[in-house]
Structure formats: C-alpha cells, structure tokens
C-alpha cells in the first residue's frame, strides 16, 4: 500500500511523512523528489523546466520506482510528495492502479495565510520564493480536485504529530 502525503509547501509533509511512518508496522518514507532529483543529475540536462515533475519521465518512474520497492520490501510506502496538476496525479494513480497497488491519497491542507507564516519562517530552509510560488496553484487545484481526490486533513491548528496519528488510525481502520 501506498500512503500518499499531498499538498502545497509548508503543509509538513515532509515531517508528518516521517511521523507516520513511526505509527505505522512495516512502513517506510519514499521521497518522489528523489526520482525528480535524479532526473535533474542528467548531463547534458533535460530540456528546461521550471519543476521536474513536468518532464514525461517523471511520472512513470515514480510508479516503477514505488512498485519495485514495494515488490522487494512489502510493507507501506509513505511518499510526501505535491502533486498540484490532475493530469500527472491521474498518471500517477492510474499506473500504480495497473499494478494493483492500492493508494490511501491525504491532502495536508492548512489556509494561506498559515502557509505563507510556515513558508517565511521555516528556521531549516529559509523563506523561499520557489515554495510561495505554489500556494496559488495549491488554492486552484484545492478549488477543482484535488481535495474531492483526497482525504483532506487540516494541518492549520495540529501538531504534525496530531496529523500523523490522524492519517495512521485512519489508514489501520
């Protein structure tokens, strides 16, 4: 199974990524920006993007990716990962579907304003124009599907770790 942590920058992915994985038996964390990581290492570099998950190879590596630790390990896979554009989450899904790799999809979601606060004050990796670019593009797809396509958990007044505990009792119900 695969846990899928969405949202925008700021939500706490990241950390309740790790949380859960504490609640969870025979779980791990695969960061899918790894996979756009290595795409970035190629030379002579991919054609230009403002986002990896742009390029085509993006997303089917993810799913290969995710299937093959799967078919290895067993066990949960939780991927902190937005995914803002229908398109590439339907790719995504879709090809993780075909390999019969059932996916619980939770959106961290927390206001704007709370965002933006995060983004400014994060003490780790500074404020950055790169993660504020995303609250809009967050709000629209917020807006138009991604939260019907999810299980959307309000992170603007918990703790990750209320989160986290949120996310695993609803995923060992």
Excluded: C
């Excluded at 920058?9 to 695969?30: C, E, I, M, N, Y």
């Amino acid at each position: 199974m695969i846990v899928w942590l969405n949202g925008t920058h700021g939500a706490g992915k990241t950390t309740t990524a790790a949380l859960v994985r504490q609640l969870l038996p025979d779980s791990r964390v695969l960061d899918a920006e790894k996979v756009g990581e290595t795409l970035m290492d190629i030379t002579p570099g991919l054609p230009g993007t403002d986002n990896f998950q742009h390029w085509p190879p993006w997303r089917p590596l993810v799913v290969e990716t995710a299937r093959h630790v799967l078919d290895y390990t067993g066990g949960t896979l939780v991927m902190p990962m937005t995914v803002l554009v229908e398109r590439y989450w339907r790719e995504i899904s879709a090809g993780l579907a075909r390999h019969a790799i059932p996916v619980r999809h939770f959106v961290l979601h927390a206001d704007q304003d709370t965002l933006r606060g995060r983004i400014e004050g994060d003490a780790v990796l500074g404020p950055s124009s790169f993660r504020l670019r995303y609250l809009e593009p967050y709000a629209e797809a917020a807006r138009t599907w991604l939260h019907r396509e999810a299980e959307v958990v309000d992170t603007t007044r918990l703790t990750p770790g209320e989160v986290a505990v949120r996310i695993a009792e609803a995923v060992k119900s």
